[in-house]
């Protein structure tokens, strides 16, 4: 098991930063890549962004890149989202997730932390 914390969601107005934050426990050395998740009310959940744990291969929706930059502290067992010139439509619920070498999908999933863009 990986259980996955996640902090620093909140409301911030267009054109802010935010940076979001996960904490991962448990069976690490399971972990192959953890990744961000959004899920905007009456949508359907959709990808933000993922890195490896050796933290050698990121990647990105087209509709964060350039504005959302995705890093992990391994000492920390940590994966921080930091969110850049933020939009209205970027509000969502953030969810952080682990893709594990067992399940070989993202079967680690966080509580979701909300973040509230306002125009």
């Known amino acids: 098991q990986v259980q996955l914390v996640e902090s620093g969601g909140g409301l911030v107005q267009a054109g802010g930063s935010l940076r979001l934050s996960c904490a991962a426990s448990g069976r690490m050395f399971d972990v192959y890549k953890m990744a961000w998740f959004r899920q905007a009310p009456g949508k359907d959940r959709e990808f933000v962004a993922s890195?490896?744990?050796?933290?050698?291969?990121?990647d990105y929706a087209d509709s964060v890149k350039g504005r959302f930059t995705i890093s992990r502290d391994s000492a920390k067992s940590t994966v921080d989202l930091q969110m850049n010139s933020l939009k209205p439509e970027d509000t969502a619920i953030y969810y952080c997730?682990?893709?594990?070498?067992?399940?070989?999908?993202?079967?680690?999933w966080g509580q979701g932390t909300q973040v509230t863009v306002s125009s």
């Open positions: 890195i490896t744990q050796s933290g050698d291969s990121t």
């Open positions: 997730a682990v893709f594990s070498y067992g399940m070989r999908n993202y079967g680690y």
